[in-house]
């Protein structure tokens, strides 16, 4: 590459013939230093430019981009906070604690997020000072599908939130029937919108994205429960939840169905969060067996005060892991 360069950049005259013969010694002399001092002076130009130490454009001379071994400038990488100083959640019946404190209605107070009765998430991570202040907001809807996720988001957007936690999807699948559930690529889609909704209003807020439970071991653990499955028969989960005792192959199959649907929901959630650099998903969740004391005394099937306390914990430990 150099020698090259040089080539290209040494005189069009050659240094015997540039003066005639009736030419003094000394003239001769002279040219034959001044020739040579102009070559020396091109070739070190040659090799600077060669090593890229002078301007230029990097296209002009070398077809195809940038000469081979020139690495674009590195990104700032973007720093997780492991101490958010206010909170959002999001989502559905879970975070709103309902069925936790009283049959059939919501507890947001004992919600695994944003909950004051509980040792919540907003508990661990927010001063007393930042809880006093009104620094956490519950925006989850019992009852919500992924395609609300965009609505709670506007409604936290005016508030700024350093963290915005999401656990929404149970529902997508607990439908009247399997048929009815949210295609797993409308529910990308949706999430996908909701991410975006975020980013064009709130480019550094953080998100924390829960898996979807596992709906089948929340059935296998609640039908133990007599109660549990006669509250189950006003309409919780009927996907999953409908004649909970059966056990025949078709009823095997439904079930299987949903939870097949959940673990898609979850890679759905995995992928997109992703490639958010300020997003962080937990598959924790689903991976948890809950125990019976860990579930409403009331359904069997949402989260207890002590169950709200396990999912604030694991929460707690994925937001604050460096």
């Known amino acids: ?20 013969p009736a030419a003094s010694t000394t003239t001769r002399t002279t040219a034959r230093a001044a020739v040579r001092t102009a070559v020396a002076l091109l070739t070190t130009g040659a090799v600077l430019a060669s090593a890229g130490c002078l301007g230029g454009s990097d296209d002009a001379s070398h077809p195809g981009g940038p000469r081979a071994g020139k690495r674009p400038a590195a990104k700032p990488s973007i720093l997780w906070n492991t101490r958010p100083d206010s909170i959002a959640s999001l989502g559905d019946s879970i975070t709103r604690g309902f069925d936790a404190c009283s049959v059939l209605a919501d507890c947001p107070e004992v919600s695994w997020s944003t909950g004051t009765e509980v040792n919540s998430l907003a508990r661990r991570l927010l001063p007393a000072a930042s809880r006093s202040t009104a620094r956490s907001w519950n925006y989850a ?20 939130p350093e963290l915005v936690t999401i656990l929404i999807g149970a529902n997508d699948a607990c439908r009247s029937t399997v048929d009815a559930m949210t295609p797993t690529a409308q529910f990308r889609t949706d999430f996908s919108a909701a991410l975006r909704t975020l980013r064009q209003e709130l480019p550094k807020t953080q998100v924390y994205v829960a898996s979807v439970p596992d709906l089948k071991r929340l059935w296998s653990e609640g039908r133990k429960n007599v109660l549990g499955k006669q509250i189950w028969k006003l309409g919780i989960c009927p996907s999953m939840l409908k004649d909970s005792d059966a056990t025949d192959p078709a009823s095997m199959e439904r079930r299987r169905r949903v939870a097949d649907r959940v673990e898609a929901y979850n890679g759905a959630l995995k992928s997109v969060c992703d490639r958010d650099a300020l997003c962080r998903y937990d598959g924790a969740v689903h ?14 099937f949402h989260p207890s005060k002590r169950g709200q306390q396990r999912l604030a914990a694991m929460a707690y430990r994925r937001i604050t892991t460096p």
């Open 1 to 20: 590459m150099r020698g090259s360069a040089a080539r290209r950049g040494r005189p069009s005259f050659d240094a015997r013939y540039a003066f005639g």
């Open 287 to 300: 991976d948890y067996r809950f125990s019976t004391d860990e579930l409403s005394k009331w359904d069997w």
């Open 141 to 160: 809807k019992t009852g919500a599908v992924m395609a609300d996720l965009s609505g709670q988001i506007q409604s936290a957007i005016p508030h700024k």
